[in-house]
Every structure is written in structure tokens, then in C-alpha cells.
């Protein structure tokens, strides 16, 4: 069962880049890596996956190095409404007993 | 538009009542799960199911149950409700795991409180 270590928390400026980086040194060759976000009173959002290199979309990007023992979620010019709890999964496909959530990383945007 | 949907929002009990969460999903998913969340502990899971008659025990099982007689409901029962699962409850819905790969669609979440 691969766990992950996040960061409690972090504080960022509104226009800056944001990177949260998830420590997962137990990954297993079948496992990927998801990012959720959860804002207050409301469920986590699926935002991204990957399962090496570099993956992109529309709200962050995702680096994985070569040997997958950790990812980096970066959040490109943050603003007051990405302040929210940031959720790094490792998830062998196999086995729903890994869609375990850690504490997350409580991002805060300050003006 | 397909959805998941849970019901009570928020629910105040005694202790020793039963008490039964449902959740709803309208995208045919055949995983379908249920997280608590509570200050510190972040999701943890409690009961999934991969299809209908299918159940089984997350980490944190104890005092609840679970049933699957159709695709899109889950309902999450508390046998005789205690103050400890005074918590937020979610539950969420993936496609068969293969294809979804981890991926989880979540509910707005349910409120319990027990006094």
C-alpha cells in the first residue's frame, strides 16, 4: 500500500505559480498518481493524473521524474479561489482499498 | 447531465437510532464508495463496492453497512448511531477500475451529527 507525505499547508500570493510536491516512495509499477481539490462543505474534484513525465491541462500541470517517487502539482497563477485542500493519490488499479486520502495540503491564496 | 447525489445534506440523530445515508449516481458507474471526513484525518474509507451485490470493508467499517441491489444506489446504514460517527459523510462513484484508474466522482457530502 503505497502512502503518501504532503505538506500540512502552504501560502501563496495571488499570480503566483504553486507547486505542491507529494512524497511516494513506495509506488508500485502499476500505480498512478491523482490530484484532488476540495473546497469547504463541498467533495474532492478529480483535477489531474499522470503516471510519468509531464501531463497538462487546463487547470495545472503535473511533473513525475524518471523514478516516481514523488509528483509535483503545479498550479500556475493562483488566485483567491484556488485557496483549498490539495489531495495526492497513489491508486493501483486493482485494488480500491488504495483510494485511501491522506490530510492533503491546505493551500491559502493571500491578495 | 449525469450526477451524484446524496441525501439528507444534514441529518441530527440521538445515539442508539438508526440511520441510513443515501447516494444516488446517474453515470452507470459499477464502483461506488463511501468516505467519512473529519478535522485531522482527512477522507477515510469506509464501505465500496465494485457492482451490484458486491460490498466490502474499507478501514474504518465498524458500526456500518452497506447494500448494493442496483447500479446507482449505495445506501450506508448506521446500525445503532454513536457520537464517534459524528463526522461529514461523501460518497463517490469511478467507473469499472481499470478503465477509471483511481479516478473518483464525489457528492456534495451528508452532515451527521449524533448527540
Known amino acids: 500500500l503505497a502512502k503518501t507525505t504532503q505538506p500540512i499547508s502552504m501560502d501563496s500570493y495571488e499570480g503566483q505559480e504553486v507547486n505542491i510536491t507529494c512524497s511516494h516512495n513506495?509506488?508500485?509499477?502499476?500505480?498512478?498518481i491523482t490530484w484532488y481539490q476540495q473546497f469547504p462543505s463541498q467533495g474532492p474534484r478529480f483535477i489531474i493524473q499522470?503516471?510519468?513525465t509531464k501531463v497538462t491541462n487546463e487547470v495545472a500541470s503535473l511533473f513525475i521524474p524518471a523514478d516516481r517517487k514523488s509528483s509535483t502539482l503545479s498550479l500556475p497563477r493562483v488566485s483567491l479561489s484556488d485557496t483549498a485542500v490539495y489531495y495526492c493519490?497513489?491508486?493501483?488499479?486493482?485494488?480500491?482499498?488504495?483510494?485511501?486520502f491522506g490530510s492533503g495540503t491546505q493551500l491559502t491564496v493571500l491578495p | 447531465d449525469a450526477e451524484i447525489t446524496q441525501s439528507p445534506r444534514h441529518k441530527i440523530t440521538e445515539t442508539g437510532r438508526q440511520v441510513t445515508l443515501a447516494c444516488h449516481q446517474t453515470?452507470?458507474?459499477?464502483?461506488m464508495f463511501w468516505y467519512r471526513q473529519d478535522l485531522g484525518h482527512g477522507l477515510r474509507l469506509i464501505h465500496y463496492?465494485?457492482?451490484?451485490?458486491?460490498?466490502n470493508k474499507g478501514e474504518v467499517s465498524d458500526g456500518y453497512s452497506v447494500s448494493r441491489s442496483n447500479t446507482e444506489d449505495l445506501p450506508l446504514t448506521l446500525e445503532s448511531a454513536a457520537s464517534s460517527q459524528t463526522s461529514v459523510y461523501f460518497c463517490?462513484?469511478?467507473?469499472?477500475?481499470?478503465?477509471?484508474?483511481?479516478?473518483?466522482?464525489f457528492g456534495e457530502g451528508s452532515r451527521l451529527t449524533v448527540l
Open positions: 463517490a462513484s469511478s467507473e469499472s477500475t481499470a478503465r477509471s484508474k483511481g479516478v473518483l466522482f
Open positions: 513506495n509506488i508500485a509499477t502499476n500505480d498512478y
Open positions: 499522470g503516471y510519468k
Open positions: 493519490l497513489v491508486v493501483d488499479t486493482g485494488s480500491a482499498r488504495q483510494l485511501t
Open positions: 453515470w452507470n458507474h459499477n464502483n
Open positions: 463496492s465494485y457492482g451490484v451485490q458486491d460490498t
